[in-house]
């Protein structure tokens, strides 16, 4: 019973760590950019169209499926 609980933990901890993966995987490329639209947004005239732009290509980043 004890190692039918621990394979079960480790399948468990496998499949989330699978299902997990995409999601992090998109955080880790649209933080960056997210932050330096925010950066870029306080220059004077084009900061918040290009903050606009990043932000746009970091939603579309998210919606991908992995």
Request: glycine share 10%; aromatic share 12%; proline share 5%.
């Amino acid at each position: 019973m004890k190692t039918f609980m621990k394979l079960f933990r480790l399948l468990f901890m496998a499949f989330l760590l699978l299902q997990l993966y995409g999601c992090f995987f998109t955080k880790v490329v649209t933080v960056p950019m997210r932050v330096g639209g925010a950066v870029v947004s306080v220059v004077p005239g084009v900061g918040n169209t290009a903050d606009e732009v990043i932000d746009t290509a970091a939603d579309g980043i998210d919606l991908v499926p992995f």
